[in-house]
């Protein structure tokens, strides 16, 4: 998804995660992270700027329809808000840690090594590519190791991490690239399958992003009001969700192709943002949205509430880094 930040932010924020000052520390997990990156990619630390995704293609680029929903402070004697760090670091995968990879030859059909590590594809039930799941499981259990050294500034980075990857998890767009019925329908036609999964994807997420990043009251209340699912264990929440994200994506799915079908079908497309403010012929659409984001947001203050809070106060009483 985009606009991660914010869906983390108010969720944290809902279920009093606490704001205290946290010492910025240097990563020092070369031992025991051991997950494959990109080798062109360097840790950033991004303090008191902009969460967004840069790039010389508009077709990734988020900067031409991000605005700063949350005003991140710059650090103060080297310490930071720890909520912040859980917003901004929330987006942090989407900054280029898992492109440039060789992971599987299936990731061809994902958009890559990183579609592939941020998408779960499931198609006639028993199709199922990427490897989210794994990605969750790795960042929570970093974020085990980091609060058990009472090193809490990257304990919350990498439960932030944990979140990018479930909020990606709990994304329709990321759940299917489109419906069985429409790759039945153009089976012969692997290139205009191809087009409409990814124009698809890509508009949704600015469509989507804009309106979160814009407080759309609609978006931004589905996530405040939404109520706290309570989990015992992670694997719960990994075997019970991903079902109902895929379908979510039905009607999302049939509602982009009223809109978007006859221009884009031929080619890589990106809709111009004018397009998209104060549209009435996408209320329908944001109303789809504002249910799965109220949906997703329960989870992600589930995740927070019952997992990251407990591990972080016992750090905080242990700790002398703050
Ligand atoms: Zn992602």
């Known amino acids: ?30 031992e025991v992270d051991t997950l494959r990156y990109n080798p062109e990619y360097k840790i950033e630390y991004r303090e008191g700027k902009k969460p967004t995704v840069s790039s010389d293609n508009p077709l990734f680029d988020e ?4 605005n700063d929903f ?3 402070s710059k650090p103060v004697d080297g310490k930071v808000s720890s909520l912040e760090v859980l917003a901004m670091y929330s987006v942090e995968p989407d900054w ?10 299936i990731q061809k059909l994902m958009g890559g090594s990183n579609g592939y590590r941020h998408m779960r594809y499931v198609l006639f039930y028993l199709i199922r590519a990427g490897v989210l799941k794994k990605q969750i499981r790795y960042f929570d259990s970093l974020s085990k190791i980091a609060f058990g050294k009472n090193d809490i500034y990257w304990g919350i980075r990498f439960s932030a991490r944990t979140i990018h990857y479930l909020e990606d998890f709990l994304t329709p767009v990321h759940a299917k690239p489109c419906t069985e019925s429409f790759i039945v329908k153009n089976i012969l036609f692997p290139k205009k399958i191809f087009n409409i999964a990814f124009n698809y994807h890509i508009n949704f997420e600015k469509l989507t992003g804009y309106h979160i990043w814009h407080s759309n009251p609609e978006f931004i209340g589905a ?26 994506f039905y009607p999302i799915f049939k509602e982009l192709d009223r809109l978007w079908r006859k221009k884009m079908e031929a080619k890589p497309v990106i809709i111009e ?20 984001l109220e949906y997703s947001s329960s989870i992600v203050k589930g995740y927070i509430k019952n997992f990251l809070i407990p591990r972080l106060t016992e750090s905080i009483n242990g700790s002398k880094s703050i």
Do not use: C
Not at 63 to 66: L, M, Q, R, S, T
Not at 273 to 292: D, F
């Open 273 to 292: 943002t004018e397009e998209i403010q104060n549209n009435p012929e996408y209320s329908r659409v944001l109303k789809y949205s504002a249910n799965w």
């Open 70 to 72: 949350i005003k991140y």
């Open 63 to 66: 900067n031409i329809f991000y």
């Open 1 to 30: 998804m985009v606009a991660h930040d914010v869906l983390t932010y108010l969720s944290a924020k809902d279920v009093n995660f606490p704001d205290i000052n946290v010492k910025i520390t240097d990563y020092s997990y070369e």
């Open 223 to 248: 996530i405040e009001n939404s109520k706290i699912r309570e989990y015992r264990s992670l694997a719960g929440i990994l075997s019970n969700t991903h079902l109902k994200t895929r379908l979510m």
């Open 96 to 105: 280029g840690m898992d492109t440039g990879l060789y992971l599987s030859p």
